[in-house]
């Protein structure tokens, strides 16, 4: 008898994920399709603005459309180092690091800072990217119940370790809610902690002139406290950053693999997310208009309004969700769609995010389709 094929186990492990409707697929979109957008993160709508794009163009044309190389060779221009400082200056802090995407950031800073011998708390809420980098750490990882401080204090307590780090999103990506960060951090400074704060949902969206919810709370800056960023959600382009103390930084270049061994982020990505960067700084008004669009789509759907851009509608089962989903494309609309394992069993959710650019009739258009499909699974 031969052996089976190697990736004959793909098709029925493929069969139970349709059976259950969590079977993906990708849909490409068209550059001007006449559907709505509440799926995609450009919180801010700079990915089309004029002058981001020409940020792209001229970055393009003076240094080339890649990096060439790990930022350690040929990857590092002139205009990553502008980008670092301004963007570390903007959201309060000594220095920064750009990486290739906000996954890359993140495994980085973790992996780099704790190792064996240390140990992570992480929220149980936390973006896939901050789980995968639990798991390579190779440190002792305690995973503690969302936004709760007594039980990151627990843990702490217990610490047998020289080294501890926290780490939390400073907005949650899929419920929308803000982290407790006053008293996490006050429990990471009483037991000798560093507080690891992802600002992926943050930057752009809360604290003054949008410069996330560490500065909106006092907290940007802090020696103990180190935050990750994406560039691309509010700031309309590609990448991520490591913003703290200089001299976290610093140990990031010689000892994170995610820096060392990547190609450094593609020059046009830098100048888009540069130019976007001096576009929310122009215009502080932006983060306050995504607050209140948000609290519009959280009417129209009957769910509370949330502290961010996110707009969960749980809805409970997989195949509810994505034929809502589906319908509310039909209709014009492109929402998200999450699922297990993306969100625990029984609470697949359409998930809508605000806009600061949604106009009015954006918005009676949102709330005509919700209205129309939500009604039959008892939301409106």
């Known amino acids: 008898m031969s052996p089976p094929h190697p990736l004959s186990w793909l098709e029925p492990h493929a069969a139970r994920r349709r059976a259950v409707g969590l079977r993906r697929e990708l849909s490409p979109r ?11 993160n450009d919180y801010l709508g700079l990915s089309r603005d004029p002058r981001v794009v020409d940020g792209a163009v001229a970055a393009a ?18 205009l990553h180092v502008a980008l670092e400082r301004e963007l570390a200056a903007f959201c309060g802090f000594a220095d920064g690091l750009v990486f290739s995407s906000g996954y ?13 011998g240390a140990l992570v708390v992480s929220d149980a809420a936390n973006h896939a ?27 702490l307590a217990t610490r047998r370790e020289e080294r501890a780090l926290v780490v939390v999103e400073s907005v949650d990506s899929v419920d929308g809610d803000t982290a407790p960060l006053r008293t996490l951090h006050g429990v990471c400074r009483a037991r000798g902690a560093l507080l690891v704060v992802d600002e992926a949902h943050g930057l752009g969206v809360r604290g003054p002139g949008g410069r996330g919810l560490l500065a909106e709370v006092g907290l940007a800056g802090a020696d103990d406290v180190v ?16 913003l703290g103390p200089a001299a976290v930084t610093a140990h990031l270049v010689d000892t994170a693999r995610s820096f060392i061994f990547d190609t450094g982020l ?50 409970g089962e997989p ?20 699922r297990p394992p993306s969100v625990p069993e ?5 998930r809508l995010t605000a806009r600061s650019d949604l106009t009015e009739a954006d918005l009676a258009r949102v709330r005509e389709v919700l209205a129309e499909i939500l009604a039959p699974v008892g939301l409106r």
């Open 30 to 40: 068209a550059a001007a399709d006449g559907v709505l957008d509440l799926a995609g």
């Open 129 to 155: 990217s901050l789980v995968d980098a639990c798991r390579l750490s190779r440190a002792r990882v305690a995973v503690v119940p969302h936004n709760d401080p007594a039980a990151v204090d627990a843990v």
């Open 61 to 78: 044309r003076t240094w080339g459309v890649g990096a060439t190389g790990s930022r350690l060779v040929t990857g590092t221009t002139e």
């Open 319 to 338: 195949e509810v969700a994505v034929a809502v989903a589906r319908r509310c494309r039909e209709r014009g609309v492109r929402v998200g769609c999450f």
């Open 266 to 315: 593609a020059p046009p990505a830098v100048g888009a997310a540069l130019a976007a960067l001096h576009v929310l700084e122009a215009e502080p008004e932006r983060p306050a208009a995504v607050l209140r669009n948000a609290a519009v789509l959280a009417a129209a759907a009957g769910v509370p309004a949330p502290p961010s851009a996110v707009v969960p509608v749980v809805l």
């Open 104 to 116: 890359a950031a993140n495994l980085g800073v973790l992996t780099a800072l704790s190792g064996p």
């Open 227 to 242: 935050a990750t960023v994406t560039l691309s959600k509010a700031l309309g382009s590609q990448g991520g950053a490591v």
């Open 346 to 350: 029984g609470t697949s959710r359409l």
